[in-house]
């Protein structure tokens, strides 16, 4: 059962959704970078688990006029795959790069992600359980 906003206890500078707290990183890092600093937050790069709540994080990029902002997603081994191992819907590609330089995932626009090479600086969001 979800907690209303009013039971949801996120830190400070973080927003809660669904259960879980979110932190829209501004800073332009690299992706391996923003894994890094989500783990310095003890939180980790957000893996997205439906239509609501990737569209709750493409508008947290409307400060940056919907600039691209890295997800927790990769491509390793021959699949995508979430840092958190939880299972990954393709269906929210809106657009997918062919090149085996683009592993890693990315907000795209109000249609769905896309991946970009890892190397690139973008924000990201980090994300964490919510404490009661």
Request: hydrophobic residues 35%; contains cysteine; charged residues 15%.
């Amino acid at each position: 059962m979800a907690k209303t906003a009013s039971e949801m206890v996120c830190p400070e500078g973080w927003t809660g959704f669904h259960d879980r707290c979110y932190y829209y990183n501004y800073d332009p890092l690299t992706w391996p970078e923003a894994d890094a600093s989500c783990a310095g937050l003890d939180a980790r790069l957000v893996s997205v688990h439906s239509p609501e709540e990737y569209s709750f994080l493409y508008q947290q990029t409307a400060v940056n006029r919907f600039s691209p902002a890295w997800l927790g997603g990769l491509y390793f081994d021959g699949q995508w795959m979430w840092l958190d191992g939880s299972w990954f819907y393709q269906g929210f590609f809106a657009e997918t790069s062919s090149y085996s330089t683009a592993p890693c995932l990315s907000t795209h626009s109000s249609n769905g992600w896309s991946n970009f090479n890892c190397g690139q600086s973008y924000a990201s969001f980090c994300v964490k359980d919510v404490s009661v």
